[in-house]
Each structure stands twice: as C-alpha cells, then as structure tokens.
C-alpha cells in the first residue's frame, strides 16, 4: 500500500486558493501527497452515504456563495495586514500592490511554485527586513527550494528557540539538511536524485530516473501540465526515515505499510531494499510524482481525489492503460458493495496513512481509484484536466465533478456503485493482503505457534493446520532430496490452503527445477501470478523456467517485473546480462554489469 499524510504534528490553517487568505506563518503552507480539503469549500462530506439529502447539499453551497467567499477574503486580509503588517512596534504602511504580492507569494508556496513566489517576496522583504512572518516565508521558501541551510538562518532569525521546537515543518528541515548532507545525486534533464552516497541505492539510481522521465512526458500529456524545473527525489534506505521527514510517526508507518510521501515540494521514496521482498517501488514514484503534478496545477483538491488520480497515473509510465484493479482490491471492494460498507470520504482525510488498518487503507485506494475510472469511462481521459481546471477556477469539488460530468455529484456516485456492481467484481474467499514488511519489524510468531511446529505429536484440526502440517514435511522432504515425496506432500497442502499462497508455490517450483520439469513450473505459477501480481520470487522462478526452455522474450519480461519490484536480488540482473548479451541489447547489457558491479563493490 501506498500512503501519506498532509498534516502537521500541530494543527496549522492550510491555504487552499488564492481568495482564502492564510496567516503569515510557513505551517500554514505545509501539505503533502493528498491534499487536505479546503476549510472554506464545502467537505466531501459522507459521499458514500445514502443518508446525505440534496436539500442539505444544496443548503450548504448557498451558504458558501461567491459574494459571501469574496467578503471575508478582503475582512481576513485586512484583519491580517492590521494584526501582523501593521503591528504597534512597528508601524508599516503596506499599499494595495503589496498587498496583491503578498497573497500571489502564499498562493505560491501552497501550490509548491517556489521560484514564482520569490520575485514576489523578495521586494517586501527588503523593505521590511526585520519582519518575522516574512522571515519565515522565505525560510518555507528556500525549504521548498530544498536549500535547507539557508532555510534554517531565515527560520532561527524570524522567530524564539522555544517557539521552534513546537513547529514540526521546523524539525522536518533539520531531518532533511542532517539526511541531505551525506547524499550524493544522479541527475537528468527533469529530475535530481539524491542517496546516501557509496549505498547499493546509486544501482537503482537509473532506473528510477528512466521511469520518471517516461512519466513526466506521459502524464503532461494526461494532466496538461509538466514541471518546468528538476524534481527532486530523496531515495531513503530507511523506511522509518519517513517519520523523521514528515509528521508521520513511527506508529503510523508500521500500522499502515506507508513507504513513500510527496511533500515540501519532494518525493521521498523508501528503498526497496528496506522491504522483505521489495514492492512496486517505480509505480509508487510515479504515484507520489502524480501527487506533486496535481498540487502545481491548484489547490483544494481531497484526500479522495487526489488518491484516486495518483493510482489512475501511477502505472502509464509503462503502459499505455491504467492498470487493472488488483484481485485483493477487487475482493475488499466486491464485499463492500454488497455488504454496503464503503470508506466514507471524510474517514480519509487528512491521509489514508492515517486509516486504522491496512486492509481500511486498500479498500479506501480501490474506491477512489474506481471512481476516477468511472470518471474517464463517461468523459474519457480529457475529463482530468476539465475537472482540475475547473476546481482551480473556484468551484466547490462537488460541483466540479457535477459540471465535468453532467450529473448532479450524488447522482454520479449513485451512478458509480450500480456500474461496479455490473462488473461481477470477484469476491476470492482467503485471497491475503500483499503487506508492506520492514526489514527488522517483522511480525513474530507467538509461542503458540513456534510450540505447535516444533511438536511433531501435535494433532491438526482446522484445514489451515492441515495444510501447515504438510507444507512442513515437504520442507523436510526438499532438505534431504526427496523431491518427488516433497511434491506429494506440497499438493496435500495446496489442497488444504486454498489461497494459492505464493511461499507454497514457490516451494513447489524450487523441487520442480530439481528434477527439470520446467513446463509445470509455469503452470504451477501462473495461477499465483494471476492473485498475487506483485510477488518478486514468482517473477524470478518464471524468468528461470522460461529461460531453461530458451523461451527468451518470455523470460526477459518476468525479470524485468522482478527489478520492478526488488532491483536488489543477484539473480535477476544475473539473468538479464545473459539475456541482453543473447538478444544484442548492449546498451542494457552495460547497465545490468553496471549495477552487479555496484551491488558488489557497496555490501
């Protein structure tokens, strides 16, 4: 699962447009992958619920007229002026031209458009050198910049030591100016990624570069918008380096599997070397660069929405389509609509990282995803940019989505759930979550467990200790070459496990290749590919059986999965330099022997 989160450890006002002016403080601006919705715009309320009445809906935009919108922007912005600019100990007179300067500056920094924000700041800042606000905005500036010491003179100078402890935007920059200094950086035309230089990271350096760069030309073209300046990505060999970064906690990341962010104008990915067995770790860059597309272009866009945008883009960097809803998503989001228990959109705010379960998290992204695909089936593509555009012109998202649609918004959820439901959407009984496990947070086995293995008396009485008791002596059996006695009883378990679980699988293949039966490798695994996409050994047992039986193409594509998911494991890259040297791809061959050299030389 991919996750994040958009709120500070302390509570700040956000700005969400240019007609809702913030405070003159740097937390106001903070926001990360999944916008907050906006305060001043009508809450995606229970959007799931059945129970929401138009008429209340109705009630609730009136309320929030333009006339009303436009009165307290200018009573809030003189407010401020006489507060803060106009302060007794210093008595500033601050002239119309100023003022408009002032707000473009803070629209700026909320969309992440630093460089656009600093002409704008710099002129105020010379005439008022001593004002903290503005010190703190040059200091939330040259931190957006990724220019950390400089951030930090601008943050110390604007304000008292105690008052900086409380700011957690504060102690994020410490972490990041720490962290940065041991970095170095792989850089190309759009995209600078940094590393703790001489780690196995710089091997996947390239990688992540290629697909970035394939992305950004891609989702211009889906978005109607590409970054003009280089992107930065911190490649973080510590998943709990997260916490450091953000205002995630610790708790937060282990809860909820979180392993990649974008906020403070970066993405910050965790190394797939940090996981048992890697991840997705090229589409959840891609993701969380969707993430930073949709803040540049405005402001005010939900949790939901920006989720479900992210996990429409995350895979059209390497296909043309977007991907198809993962079997595990597609089980929880079969039982929640007929059980009718959908993750209300309220519930996902400020951040699925935030949701109690990983299991909440996964149905909440297979929502929102499948709503975005609805969207594109009605309007087609073009619809994302309409809708964006239109929420940048000030509409309420509700209305937006009515206007890009041509449905009233709760007619067009209504829509939604009874076009899912005409998908037969497949309900796979004892199908598992595909988790997120950090090297050294692995769940441990109770004593219970470890007794019950360890007794060989011990009496099976559910099917799964069935199929456990089997799977165990089919172990055993492999350990002394008993291959064909090890199949028999790795077939019992199957029977009794009935989730096709990759490990069992697996465990099959590796007794399959001792006595060279390599067709019934891929016809043992490719059910389990079929539930299980993201399972890098599966993609490596499939690249080996296919390569025994020189079915080359074949085998180059499951070991081009496997670097997607685990770019770390020898034997992939291995295989692919026999495979490139054999098809002539030499420039590919010089990169798969540069990366054995690098996994090497950087133990």
């Known amino acids: ?153 601008f943050y110390e100078t604007s304000t008292s030591k105690e008052a900086l402890k409380e700011d957690p935007n504060y102690t994020s920059l410490l972490s990041a100016l720490k962290i940065s200094q041991s970095y170095e950086y792989y850089e190309t035309k759009h995209f600078r990624i940094g590393f703790v230089k001489g780690s196995q990271e710089a ?13 950004r030309t891609r989702l211009g073209k889906v978005f109607g918008y590409t970054p003009p300046d280089k992107v930065r990505v911190d490649l973080l060999s510590e998943a709990l380096e997260l916490a450091a970064l953000s205002p995630l906690t610790e708790a937060d990341i282990l809860r909820t599997g979180t392993i990649a962010l974008c906020k403070y104008n970066r993405i910050m990915l965790t190394s797939p070397r940090s996981l048992f067995k890697g991840y997705r770790w090229l589409d959840t860059a891609v993701h969380e660069f969707t993430h930073l597309l949709i803040n540049r272009i405005t402001d005010g866009v939900p ?60 149905q909440a992204y297979a929502q929102v995803y499948t709503v975005i695909l609805y969207l594109v089936h009605r309007k087609g593509q073009i619809a994302i940019p309409q809708l964006l555009q239109t929420i940048h012109q000030g509409s309420p998202v509700p209305d937006a989505v009515a206007r890009t649609v041509g449905l009233p918004f ?26 997120h496990v950090i090297k050294g947070h692995a769940p441990q086995k109770s004593k219970e467990q470890k007794d019950r293995e360890r007794n060989l008396w011990f009496k099976p009485t559910t099917a799964k200790e069935l199929g456990e008791r089997h799977l165990r002596l089919g172990e055993m059996l492999r350990r002394y070459a008993r291959y064909q006695a090890a199949l028999f009883e790795y077939r019992k378990a199957e029977h009794y496990l009935k989730d096709r679980d990759p490990s069992l699988q697996n ?93 090497r030389n950087n133990k």
């Not at 109705?58 to 436009?70: F, L, Q, T, W």
């Not at 091997?203 to 992305?215: G, K, S, T």
């Not at 495979?579 to 990169?591: C, D, F, M």
């Open 303 to 362: 949790i939901w929405l920006h989720e479900g945008l992210a996990r429409y883009a995350e895979t059209l960097w390497r296909q043309d389509s977007p991907a198809k809803l993962g079997p595990y998503s597609e089980s929880l989001l079969a039982k929640a609509l007929e059980d009718e228990k959908l993750v209300p959109f309220e519930k996902m705010h400020p951040s699925m990282a935030k949701l109690p379960s990983q299991e909440m998290a996964a």
């Open 203 to 215: 091997a996947i350096a390239p990688y992540l570069a290629d697909a970035l760069e394939r992305a």
């Open 410 to 435: 709760d007619d067009f959820l209504e829509a939604w759930k009874r076009y899912m439901k005409q998908q037969k959407l497949r309900y796979i009984a004892g199908i598992m979550p595909k988790k």
């Open 507 to 599: 465990k099959m293949a590796l007794a399959l290749f001792a006595l060279r039966r390599y067709e019934e490798i891929i016809t043992t695994l490719k059910p389990t590919l079929a539930l299980y996409p993201s399972d890098v050994t599966t993609y490596v047992h499939l690249g080996r059986a296919y390569y025994h039986l020189q079915r080359l193409k074949e085998a180059r594509h499951a070991f081009e999965q496997a670097v997607q998911i685990n770019p770390f494991h020898p034997t992939i890259h291995t295989y692919l330099v026999r495979l490139y040297q054999t098809l002539g791809e030499q420039a590919l061959l010089r990169q798969a022997r540069d990366i054995i050299a690098i996994l």
């Open 1 to 153: 699962m991919i996750a994040s989160v958009d709120s500070s450890k302390t509570p700040s006002p956000q700005p969400q447009t240019v007609r809702s002016q913030p405070k003159m403080s740097l937390s106001c601006t903070t926001r990360g992958r999944g916008i907050s919705p906006v305060k001043n715009r009508p809450q995606p309320e229970a959007f799931f619920s059945s129970t929401r009445s138009k008429k209340a809906a109705r009630s609730k935009k009136a309320a929030r007229s333009k006339k009303a919108a436009r009165w307290a922007w200018t009573t809030s912005v003189w407010l401020w002026l006489c507060v803060v600019v106009g302060a007794p100990s210093t008595a500033y007179a601050v002239n119309a031209e100023e003022e408009q300067s002032l707000k473009r500056a803070f629209h700026f920094l909320g969309r992440w458009l630093p460089d656009a924000a600093e002409p704008l700041l710099q002129p105020l800042l010379k005439r008022y050198p001593k004002e903290p606000t503005l010190l703190r905005a040059m200091a939330r500036l040259r931190f957006l910049q990724g220019r950390y010491s400089e951030a930090k003179q």
